[in-house]
């Protein structure tokens, strides 16, 4: 299984931005999917998670500004970025607990990040 993030890019503040991860290789099923950021110096936090049936939470900082959703058909998380600000300036990486098959044929259940895409709002 693999995650690949894109999206991200060079923004000035109060701009927006569409981060989109998808999800691919012998996948049955993902359950939560959501998305973090890493400032330089500083620990990767939560910003926003997206549960299998839709529910979400947003961390505080984030809350009327992103808005995270999914297409379960295409195995893909999206977090649209609003009123951007230049503290929202970081690496932001996609996660997703996703119940795939073994090369046994079993089927076993892993959390999986992507690679990162950068993100930076100038002021």
């Known amino acids: 299984v693999q995650l690949q993030a894109s999206g991200g890019g060079l923004v000035q503040a109060g701009g927006s931005l569409r981060l989109s991860c998808v999800a691919s290789g012998s996948i049955f099923n993902i359950n939560g999917m959501a998305w973090y950021h890493q400032a330089p110096g500083k620990q990767r936090e939560l910003v926003a998670a997206i549960t299998s049936t839709g529910s979400t939470n947003y961390a505080e900082s984030v809350k009327g500004r992103f808005t995270i959703s999914r297409d379960n058909a295409k195995n893909t998380v999206y977090l649209q970025m609003n009123s951007l600000k230049p503290e929202d300036t970081a690496v932001y990486y996609c996660?997703?607990?996703?119940?795939?098959?073994?090369?046994?044929?079993?089927?076993?259940?892993?959390?999986?990040w992507g690679r990162g895409t950068q993100v930076t709002v100038s002021s």
């Open positions: 996660a997703a607990d996703v119940v795939a098959y073994a090369p046994t044929g079993e089927l076993t259940e892993n959390g999986y």
